[in-house]
T-cell receptor
Framework: TQLLEQSPQFLSIQEGENLTVYCNSSSVFSSLQWYRQEPGEGPVLLVTVVTGGEVKKLKRLTFQFGDARKDSSLHITAAQPGDTGLYLCAGAFWTQGGSEKLVFGKGMKLTVNP | NAGVTQTPKFQVLKTGQSMTLQCAQDMNHNSMYWYRQDPGMGLRLIYYSASEGTTDKGEVPNGYNVSRLNKREFSLRLESAAPSQTSVYFC?????????????FGNGTRLTVT
C-alpha cells in the first residue's frame, strides 16, 4: 500500500518557469520531510514541516504543510538548471501497532532546461 | 567532514555470492539505517539500528543481515545474492531514533546481481 502519493512523477520545464510538487496521503503525519537527490548521490534534506498550515521558505523554494497534516506541497519559483533532481517527500506517522514509521514517496523527477 | 561514507560505490555479483556493504558516519549520530532504492518503488527501509547494540527489521529485511559494529559503523550483508537484490543501497544516520529525526544519507552502493 502506497501511503504517500507524489505528483507529478516527472516534469521537464524551461529555466525561469514556476512549478509545484504535491505530496498527498489519507494518513495524518506527525511531520513531513522534503529531500532532493541529484544523480549518483544520496538524498539531502531540504526542510522538515511539523505544524499543520506551516509554511517554510528556502530561497526560491516554498514548502507548505496542509492544515490537516495529510498533504504537503513544494513550490519552486523561477526554476534554474541547478534545481534538476529527484524531489522526495517522507512522512512520519503512527501505525495501528503503536510504532512510528517514516514512509517515502516515489519522488518527482525534475529537469530544468537552460 | 565526510558525513556518511559507503563502500564500495559499485559492485557486480553473481547469484549466490555473498558480500558486505560498509557504512561509517562521523557525525556522532546514534541511529543508523539501510535503505534500498528501486525505480518506481521509492526508498524502502531494510534494517535500522536505533542505538549502538540494537538492530531491528524494517520493511524489506528478507535476504539481508546487519551488524552495528560500533557507534560509527553499520554494515549490511547479503549471504546469497539474488537478482531481486539488484538495487541502489543507501546508508543513513540520524541524531536520535524515530522518524521525526532528519536523515543524513551516504552516496549509495550500486549493486547488480546477475
Amino acid at each position: 500500500t502506497q501511503l504517500l502519493e507524489q505528483s507529478p512523477q516527472f516534469l521537464s520545464i524551461q529555466e525561469g518557469e514556476n512549478l509545484t510538487v504535491y505530496c498527498n496521503s489519507s494518513s495524518v503525519f506527525s511531520s513531513l520531510q522534503w529531500y532532493r537527490q541529484e544523480p549518483g548521490e544520496g538524498p539531502v534534506l531540504l526542510v522538515t514541516v511539523v505544524t499543520g498550515g506551516e509554511v517554510k521558505k528556502l530561497k526560491r523554494l516554498t514548502f507548505q504543510f496542509g492544515d490537516a497534516r495529510k498533504d504537503s506541497s513544494l513550490h519552486i519559483t523561477a526554476a534554474q538548471p541547478g534545481d534538476t533532481g529527484l524531489y522526495l517527500c517522507a512522512g512520519a506517522f503512527w501505525t495501528q501497532g503503536g510504532s512510528e514509521k517514516l514512509v517515502f514517496g516515489k519522488g518527482m523527477k525534475l529537469t530544468v532546461n537552460p | 567532514n565526510a558525513g556518511v561514507t559507503q563502500t564500495p560505490k559499485f559492485q557486480v555479483l553473481k547469484t549466490g555470492q555473498s558480500m558486505t556493504l560498509q557504512c561509517a558516519q562521523d557525525m556522532n549520530h546514534n541511529s543508523m539505517y539501510w535503505y534500498r532504492q528501486d525505480p518506481g518503488m521509492g526508498l524502502r527501509l531494510i534494517y535500522y539500528s536505533a542505538s549502538e547494540g540494537t538492530t531491528d527489521k524494517g520493511e524489506v529485511p528478507n535476504g539481508y543481515n546487519v551488524s552495528r559494529l560500533n557507534k560509527r559503523e553499520f554494515s549490511l550483508r547479503l549471504e546469497s545474492a539474488a537478482p531481486s537484490q539488484t538495487s541502489v543501497y543507501f546508508c543513513a544516520s540520524s541524531t536520535r531514533p524515530g522518524p521525526n529525526s532528519p536523515l543524513h544519507f551516504g552516496n549509495g552502493t550500486r549493486l547488480t546481481v546477475t
